[in-house]
C-alpha cells in the first residue's frame, strides 16, 4: 500500500529537503500522521543551505481537508533573517557581474527541473493549501511560463545610446540591478507567485529574500531546492518564514532594495506604507473584486461554463476570480440554469478522482466567508444556491463551503463591497450596456473583468470605456502571459510598475546614464567655469 511519507526534515549538508508528496488518492494514514507530528518542521534555505530554525515560535501547517498537521512552519529569529539578508547581500557582489548568458542559461535548466517536478509540486499545493490536483498544476505551469520567459531576458535589459550629442560627446544608459530584493507571497498560489518574483529578479542581476505563505510553505521550499539543482549560486536565493515579525523585518531592513508583494488590501497597504517609508519600492497586487457582464446575445453554453468555473474554480481563492456576475437585459434568464451547472460540481478533498473544488485554506477563512453570505441575507439579497451546510463524506472537519450564488445584489451590500474570496458568485441585474459599464466602473478595484458577447462593436466599446486593467472578450479570467505584465490598477495594485513582463524588468533594475567625452585630439582647451552647453 502505498502511503503518502510527508517532508521530512534532513541534514542541512545534504541541501536537500523532502517535501510532501501524495502518492495516493486515499486520506493520508492517521497513525502515520500521529507517528511524525514530533519531529517534522519545516526549515529555512539561506546560503544554498537548509537549515533548521532556532526559533521557539512554531506555526502547524493544517491540511485543509482533515485538519492534520502537515508540517510545523518556524517563525525566524532576528538573527536568522539577517544571516539571509546577509547572504544575499555577499553573493550580489559576485552575482550581479555575472554574465546576462550564464543567468539566462541557469533559468533555462530551473524551468527543466520544475517541469519534471511539477507532481511533486502540486501534491504539496494540494496537501497544504487545498486546491484540487489539476489546479495545483496549474499554479506551477502559470509560474513556469515566468522561468520561462526569464530565460530570454536580455533583450529586455538592454540600454540606450546616442551617439554625438554634442561634440566629441556620447551619451548611453545600462539597466542595472538593485542589489537584495524581497517578496511575500501569498497562500493561494504557493508556486505561481514566487515564480511571479525571484526568478526575473535574480535574471536581472539581483539577489532575493522570499517569505512564503506559513499556511503553506512547502511548494516554495521545493522551489528552492531546484533552483540549487539549476546552478543558482549559494546566497542568490533565501528563504526565510514567519508572520508579521518577518514581514515587518523584510519592510525594514536596510538591505533590501525592492519588496514584491501579493495579498489582502489590509496587509498589502501596510506593507506598502511601511516599506516606501525606508526608501524601498515596492509592487503590490491587492484585492479584487472582478466582474462578468453577460450580453443576451452571447453564447449560452460557453458563458456559464465559463462563469461557473472561474467563479467556483480554487474555491473561489483567486484575486482574479470572477465574483460579481452583471447580466444584461434578457440575460437575466439564465439565472436557473446557473445555479443547477454549480450544484453538478463535486466538493471534496483535493487528491480525490473527479474533484471540482476543495476545501478553503483555513477554518478561519472559512468562518470569514459564512459570514459574508449571511450578510447578503440579511441585507435583502437572495441566496439561490447555499453551500455553507455542506456535508464531505470521509472529511467532515474539512474547511469546505460548496458553491454560492447570491441574486440581486445591489452595491451597497457588504457581500459586494468586500472580497469575498471564496466559492460565492454575486449577480446583480441591469438593462443596458452602457448602465453595466457604469456599475463596473463604480466599483473600487481594477483587477480583471470579462464581458461575453457575439458583437465585436459591443466588445470593442467594453473594452476602451471600462477602467478596468485587464479585460477580457469571451474569456473568464483574462490574466496575461509573461511576454505581457499583470495590469490591475486602481484599487488592486500600490506602485506603478506591474509583475512580470517588461513593467516586471523594469521595477528590479534602475536606469544609469553615462555622457562621455573623449577628444580627437590632447590639445588642452583651457578652463571653462560657464554652464556646459554640449553644442
Known amino acids: ?38 519531529t517534522q518542521t519545516t526549515p529555512l534555505f539561506i546560503n544554498g543551505q537548509f537549515v533548521e530554525s532556532k ?15 502537515v508540517t510545523r512552519c518556524p517563525e525566524a529569529t532576528q538573527e536568522e533573517m539577517d544571516a539571509a539578508v546577509s547572504a544575499a547581500s555577499n553573493a550580489y557582489k559576485s552575482w550581479r557581474d555575472t554574465p546576462i548568458s550564464t543567468r539566462q542559461r541557469i533559468m533555462f535548466n530551473y524551468q527543466k527541473l520544475i517541469r519534471d517536478h511539477t507532481e511533486e509540486i502540486a501534491k504539496s499545493i494540494t496537501m497544504e493549501q487545498g486546491k484540487t490536483l489539476a489546479d495545483a498544476r496549474g499554479d506551477v505551469f502559470r509560474g513556469l511560463e515566468v522561468v520561462e520567459h526569464s530565460s ?7 540600454g ?51 517569505k512564503p505563505s506559513e499556511k503553506d510553505p512547502g511548494a516554495t521550499m ?13 546566497g542568490v536565493l533565501n528563504v526565510i518564514h514567519g508572520a508579521k515579525d518577518t514581514v515587518n523585518f523584510i519592510c525594514d531592513a536596510p538591505a533590501i532594495r525592492a519588496v514584491s508583494f501579493v495579498g489582502s488590501n489590509q496587509a498589502g497597504e501596510y506593507i506598502y506604507a511601511r516599506a516606501t517609508a525606508t526608501g524601498k519600492r515596492v509592487q503590490a497586487n491587492l484585492g479584487a ?41 434578457e440575460s437575466s434568464s439564465w439565472m436557473k440554469e446557473l445555479v443547477s451547472r454549480a450544484q ?9 478522482a473527479g474533484a471540482d473544488l476543495g476545501p478553503l485554506v483555513s477554518k478561519d477563512a472559512k468562518a470569514r466567508v459564512e459570514s459574508l453570505i449571511q450578510s447578503g441575507a440579511d441585507e435583502g439579497a437572495k441566496i439561490l444556491l447555499d453551500g455553507r451546510n455542506i456535508r464531505v463524506p470521509k472529511y467532515e472537519k474539512g474547511n469546505f463551503i460548496g458553491p454560492t450564488v447570491i441574486d440581486e445584489v445591489t452595491p451597497n451590500m457588504t457581500c459586494y463591497k468586500e472580497e469575498i474570496f471564496g466559492p460565492v458568485l454575486v449577480c446583480s441585474h441591469v438593462k443596458t450596456l452602457d448602465e453595466a459599464i457604469q456599475f463596473v466602473n463604480k466599483n473600487p478595484y481594477g483587477n480583471g473583468t470579462a464581458i461575453f458577447t457575439r458583437s465585436g462593436a459591443v466588445a470593442r466599446k467594453f473594452q476602451r470605456e471600462i477602467d478596468v486593467g485587464q479585460v477580457g ?36 533594475t534602475q536606469i544609469k546614464t553615462i555622457t562621455s567625452r573623449w577628444k580627437d585630439d590632447d590639445i588642452a582647451q583651457g578652463v571653462q567655469t560657464s554652464m556646459p552647453l554640449l553644442k
Open 1 to 38: 500500500n502505498a502511503e503518502y511519507m510527508g517532508n521530512l526534515p534532513l541534514s542541512t549538508a545534504k541541501m536537500s529537503f523532502a517535501l510532501t508528496r501524495l502518492l495516493t488518492t486515499k486520506r493520508v494514514p492517521a497513525a502515520l500522521q500521529r507517528a511524525r507530528f514530533s
Open 222 to 234: 521545493i522551489l528552492a531546492r531546484l533552483a540549487k539543482e539549476a546552478g543558482l549560486p549559494d
Open 152 to 158: 530570454g531576458l536580455a533583450s529586455h535589459l538592454m
Open 289 to 329: 473584486k472582478n466582474h462578468a457582464v453577460i450580453m443576451p446575445d452571447a453564447d449560452k453554453e460557453d458563458t456559464l461554463n465559463a462563469l461557473v468555473s472561474a467563479a467556483f474554480g480554487a474555491a473561489g481563492q483567486r484575486c482574479m476570480a470572477l465574483s460579481t456576475a452583471v447580466f444584461v437585459g
Open 473 to 508: 472578450i469571451n474569456l473568464p479570467i483574462p490574466v496575461p502571459l509573461p511576454m505581457f505584465s499583470f495590469t490591475g490598477s486602481r484599487g488592486s495594485i500600490r506602485g506603478d510598475l506591474n509583475f512580470y513582463g517588461k513593467a516586471g524588468v523594469h521595477f528590479f
Open 160 to 210: 540606450e545610446t546616442v551617439e554625438n550629442v554634442s561634440r566629441h560627446v556620447d551619451t548611453y544608459s545600462y539597466r542595472q540591478p538593485l542589489g537584495v530584493c524581497a517578496g511575500i507571497a501569498p497562500f493561494n498560489f504557493p508556486a505561481m507567485i514566487p515564480l511571479w518574483m525571484f526568478p526575473m529578479a535574480v535574471t536581472c542581476g539581483n539577489t532575493f529574500v522570499i
Open 344 to 352: 453538478n460540481l463535486k466538493v471534496t478533498a483535493g487528491w480525490e
Open 55 to 69: 526559533t521557539k515560535k512554531w506555526i502547524d501547517v493544517l491540511n485543509p481537508a482533515t485538519q492534520e498537521v
